[in-house]
């Protein structure tokens, strides 16, 4: 079991467990003690101290001014797991596991598990094709002002420069500093540069390959090395040394979601994390870090404080406004950002919150596979998000070779199309006293987003300097159309929100309308309307018409995307 860090003041008592003499021996030339002594060094001279009462006392730390306004961001994940372009990113721990599609696809196209396991991946992995600045052009078309790119996946090979493990893409595999050059490109484009680490589960992601004849097997039976060897919590294991691609490949708890699950990650493991995060911090100095929900596992939590003071102390000394991006409760309220995968919230919420989810429905890389979102379903998620006080972070998968597979590049370009006609309704704005109207709500909670079928009552709301834009989420859908395929656009659009305010019925708004007028309108003219015990009627057929003819009404896969109404008052 980890041990507790001790309460500040006495930093004397803040030095970690020693590494092993063994592997200081192996590993000589990374001096792994000194840089754990300038990491507690960091994490406690402030102005942010390693506590709880420290990291959540101030609202800045949850919520940076840039986040707040950019509201649109890019992931990619993009790593050796993304070689055989098969099944999902999960391949480097299914492959092992037998009886899966993947262990029966590794030995039909890679030969043995005993001779051809996941290491045997690192000299495919060329990025023949890869060029950063494509990628951020992409990526910029779409709308996005932030990018995050996948630092460090499950598997444990790393896409950046690192002198903790050689299993990395500037010695290994592309032999290129991945993350550096998408980190250029990504500050050439004026964009915010973060990026996320999902190394906490590769204590237990390899473990699988431990339970029959693999590469993984033969190494830890290969390792005279008894140290190695021993019992953890009641597990035995064997063999694997630290340094080595697959170590410690632990056994996988029964629930992904235990978080006192054993047996417990070791201060080894758990040093080599701290320190590998650290050194991403302070060679790219992300504006945020992102990480899995493994973080959140008990032995984790004074090493999480840890790493987050040492990087709210080491952005305080950059003059850069950063935060953390996590789920569940790997970090005390108020101390990051809450992220909720595949999901989110069906209502606005009284803090900032990030959802993250991917431009298929089955994979977060590529593969041959995919089962592609309508480019207007994730226009419809980043108006719902940003309506209910959150952010969108759109995952694309790129190919092996490091291109962006065309029908990825079709969705980002119909986002982007959307964009430039009606992201003054996304960017900069807040969440309006009301943020839904009509009979279809948002789906809530994690993993959660079956496509649903709005209508043209489904109204969200976001503001910005006084004004209100109501986007209007299926303009074409009709109330109560079965789909989203309709070619009859409505000749008045109706929010009942704005209906007249009487003492029997007190609506949002009790106000004078000085105009409306509709985003993508050619003319820009003044949208006519009345305003009764129902709503705001507003005749919108004309515009429409304009804007069908002028390109500004966004269609994708016969369905037209939503339109947003700018509401002004006196």
Same mark, same amino acid.
């Given at each position: ?129 890869? !060029? ?92 005279? !090395? ?119 919230? !069906? ?224």
């Amino acid at each position: 079991m980890s041990q507790h860090i001790p309460a500040m003041p006495d930093r004397s008592s803040w030095i970690l467990p020693a590494i092993p003499a063994a592997q200081s021996k192996a590993h000589s030339l990374r001096a792994t003690p000194a840089l754990l002594d300038e990491i507690v060094r960091v994490a406690t001279q402030g102005p942010w101290l390693p506590t709880q009462e420290s990291l959540a006392r101030h609202e800045q730390l949850s919520t940076p001014a840039w986040f707040g306004r950019d509201k649109f961001g890019i992931f990619t994940h993009w790593g050796l797991y993304t070689v055989p372009e098969f099944a999902n990113e999960w391949y480097s721990r299914n492959l092992y596991i037998q009886g899966t599609d993947e262990f029966k696809h590794q030995i039909d196209t890679f030969g043995a598990h005993s001779e051809h396991g996941y290491q045997s991946f690192i000299p495919l992995f060329t990025a023949q094709k890869f !060029n950063a600045h494509e990628w951020l052009d992409a990526f910029a078309d779409a709308g996005a002002r932030y990018y995050f790119p996948v630092a460090e996946h499950h598997d444990g090979f790393q896409m950046y420069a690192s002198r903790l493990s050689h299993f990395n893409a500037v010695e290994m595999g592309p032999k290129r500093d991945i993350i550096g050059e998408l980190r250029e490109a990504t500050l050439d484009h004026g964009m915010h540069f973060a990026t996320s680490s999902h190394r906490a589960e590769h204590w237990w992601f390899m473990s699988h390959g431990m339970e029959f004849d693999s590469d993984i097997r033969r190494e830890a039976e290969a390792n005279t !090395n008894t140290e190695r060897g021993g019992n953890l919590d009641g597990f035995e294991y064997r063999g694997l040394k630290h340094g080595s691609f697959y170590w410690p490949a632990m056994p996988e708890p029964a629930s992904h979601m235990d978080m006192q699950s054993k047996p417990y990650p070791s201060d080894e493991y758990l040093q080599d994390w701290l320190m590998r995060t650290c050194e991403i911090i302070d060679s790219y100095q992300p504006e945020m870090l992102y990480f899995d929900w493994w973080i959140g596992h008990e032995a984790f939590k004074p090493y999480v404080m840890l790493m987050a003071a040492y990087y709210y102390n080491r952005a305080a000394q950059w003059g850069r406004d950063v935060s953390i991006c996590y789920k569940e409760n790997a970090l005390p309220w108020g101390a990051g950002m809450m992220d909720v995968e595949r999901g989110g919230y !069906n209502q606005a919420m009284p803090f900032h919150w990030q959802t993250d989810t991917s431009i298929a429905y089955n994979s977060w890389d590529y593969t041959s596979t995919l089962e592609y979102k309508p480019a207007g379903e994730i226009v419809r998620t980043l108006i719902n998000v940003t309506s209910h006080n959150g952010n969108l972070l759109l995952n694309v998968g790129p190919r092996a070779d490091g291109s962006l597979a065309q029908k990825d590049r079709d969705i980002l370009h119909t986002i982007g199309s959307w964009m430039k006609v009606n992201s003054e309704a996304i960017y900069d704005t807040i969440a309006w006293k009301e943020s839904d109207e009509g009979p279809t709500p948002a789906h809530s909670g994690s993993f959660n987003e079956a496509a649903i079928d709005y209508t043209s009552a489904d109204i969200r709301f976001t503001s910005r300097a006084g004004i209100v834009y109501a986007s209007v989420l299926a303009p074409a859908g009709g109330e109560g159309a079965e789909h989203l395929h309709r070619s009859v656009l409505p000749e008045i659009i109706t929010v009942k929100a704005y209906r007249e305010y009487r003492d029997e019925d007190h609506s949002p708004f009790h106000g004078v309308m000085r105009r409306v007028s509709i985003l993508g309108d050619p003319e820009n003219t003044d949208l006519p309307f009345t305003r009764d015990s129902e709503g705001l009627h507003i005749h919108v057929g004309e515009a429409l018409a304009r804007m069908r003819a002028a390109g500004t009404l966004i269609t994708s896969d016969e369905d037209v995307l939503p339109v947003v109404l700018r509401l002004e008052e006196k």
